[in-house]
T-cell receptor, first 115, second 111 residues
Framework: EPEVTQTPSHQVTQMGQEVILRCVPI?????FYWYRQILGQKVEFLVS????????KSEIFDDQFSVERPDGSNFTLKIRSTKLEDSAMYFC?????????????FGPGTRLLVL | KQEVTQIPAALSVPEGENLVLNCSFTDSAIYNLQWFRQDPGKGLTSLLLIQSSQREQTSGRLNASLDKSSGRSTLYIAASQPGDSATYLC??????????FGKGTKLTVNP
């Protein structure tokens, strides 16, 4: 069964460093998403991406964040200058979203720890 | 602003028991509602998706219902097993692309 994959599974970085989280969505899907979950808190939406551009972003997704689909398979989240409060589990998701009715499928997540 | 609440926050039951998890949402203008399972430190596994026009969906021992007008959904698990132990998350999709999640119900099924 097709699945969303994410790399790395864990990443430790120093405050102020740049990190890139990578995702391979399900191959025939059209919509891509990033969510995050701070330990003990709700899963929060960061950004959605369709047709090579951001379709929606949350208040969390400020100028330190960016997303890119560099080729036909990968979808990346870049955090330019990490802060302690960026420590969280980051989930990528994809959907074959026609009219907003389709299931979003989530990857296994990347656990980011900022020291 | 959509808010999703899940009650109870934690539930412990003996194996074999039937159980119900609850989800409520403040804005009834939703397109769909998804139930997910999350194992500790792991990703989210989609269990069921209910469209706004549907009343319920079934998959094996799981049955999810939706009452959009009252802003409620339930996930019914029949004949619970220790392998069902996990956190169950409810998420709603409104007029935008994002899912809005509840905090989840942590289920423990004791052998």
């Amino acid at each position: 069964e097709p699945e969303v994959t994410q790399t790395p599974s864990h990443q430790v970085t120093q405050m102020g460093q740049e990190v890139i989280l990578r995702c391979v969505p399900i191959s025939n899907h059209l919509y891509f998403y990033w969510y995050r979950q701070i330990l003990g808190q709700k899963v929060e939406f960061l950004v959605s991406f369709y047709n090579n551009e951001i379709s929606e972003k949350s208040e969390i997704f400020d100028d330190q964040f960016s997303v890119e689909r560099p080729d036909g398979s990968n979808f990346t989240l870049k955090i330019r200058s990490t802060k302690l409060e960026d420590s969280a589990m980051y989930f990528c998701a994809s959907s074959d979203s026609r009219g907003g009715t389709e299931t979003q499928y989530f990857g296994p997540g990347t656990r980011l720890l900022v020291l | 602003k959509q808010e999703v609440t899940q009650i109870p926050a934690a539930l412990s039951v003996p194996e074999g028991e039937n159980l119900v998890l609850n989800c409520s949402f403040t804005d009834s203008a939703i397109y769909n509602l998804q139930w997910f399972r999350q194992d500790p430190g792991k990703g989210l596994t989609s269990l069921l998706l209910i469209q706004s026009s549907q009343r319920e969906q079934t998959s094996g021992r799981l049955n999810a219902s939706l009452d959009k007008s009252s802003g409620r959904s339930t996930l019914y698990i029949a004949a619970s097993q220790p392998g069902d132990s996990a956190t169950y998350l409810c998420a709603v999709k409104g007029g935008s692309e994002k899912l809005v999640f509840g905090k989840g119900t942590k289920l423990t099924v004791n052998p």
